[in-house]
């Protein structure tokens, strides 16, 4: 069956670490997968786009790499802060879902002063 | 800020009531969608518009019926709901089907 998911526990990580985040899938072709941030009752915000071609992108403290052999993305955030607490969506773009964005079920993530 | 706007941002209606959610974007967007979501699960979709058509419907019940009137807008009409229905509805567009998706705030809406 063909399935996105995420940790569904909440990530608990001490400022200034780095909070890293997975997200896997299995049985997609995937186009492109994205990150989402979501803070409570708030609708999800867009952060990174990769491509099934690209191995890894940069935006400010934010890293995202995708291996389509380990069908996995990681998502990670440097120099994490306080502000940085919320829940983060992946959300996949596969030809089989007819270009549809399949979504990961999200991961809390809560940065400890 | 987003530049999906949603209004109301909050609404509670009865199991009788016809209301309204209300969904605009200038972005130049030809895909407009709906969505719906309970707490703690990602976003679910409802509707899809691509180039003010109905394209996608996923199976969702009648007492919702989506309407866009131009590439601007959308809305999303409420009739005979039920309590289950309660939920944040999201708003959302794309420069085509399947790009980046942008989000409104959302409307809460509450049936009672």
């Known amino acids: 069956s063909q399935k996105i998911e995420q940790n569904s526990e909440a990530l608990n990580i001490q400022e200034g670490k780095t909070a890293t985040l997975t997200c896997n899938y299995t049985?997609?072709?995937?186009?492109?997968l994205q990150w989402y941030r979501q803070d409570p009752g708030r609708g999800p915000v867009f952060l990174l786009l990769?491509?099934?071609n690209e191995k890894e992108k940069r935006k400010e403290r934010l890293k995202v790499t995708f291996d389509t052999t380990l069908k996995q993305s990681l998502f990670h955030i440097t120099a994490s802060q306080p502000a940085d607490s919320a829940t983060y969506l992946c959300a996949l773009d596969a030809m089989d879902s007819n270009y549809q964005l399949i979504w990961g079920a999200g991961t809390k993530l809560i940065i400890k002063p | 800020d987003t530049e999906v706007t949603q209004t109301p941002k909050h609404l509670v209606m009865g199991m009788t009531n016809k209301k309204s959610l209300k969904c605009e974007q200038h972005m130049g967007h030809r895909a407009m969608y709906w969505y719906k979501q309970k707490a703690k699960k990602p976003p679910e979709l409802m509707f899809v518009y691509s180039y003010e058509k109905l394209s996608i419907n996923e199976s969702v019940p009648s007492r919702f019926s989506p309407e866009c009137p131009n590439s601007s807008l959308l809305n999303l009409h409420l009739h005979a709901l039920q309590p289950e229905d309660s939920a944040l509805y999201l708003c959302?567009?794309?420069?085509?089907?399947?790009?980046?998706?942008?989000f409104g705030e959302g409307s809460w809406l509450t049936v009672v």
């Open positions: 959302a567009s794309s420069q085509e089907n399947g790009n980046t998706i942008y």
């Open positions: 990769i491509r099934e």
């Open positions: 049985n997609y072709s995937p186009a492109y």
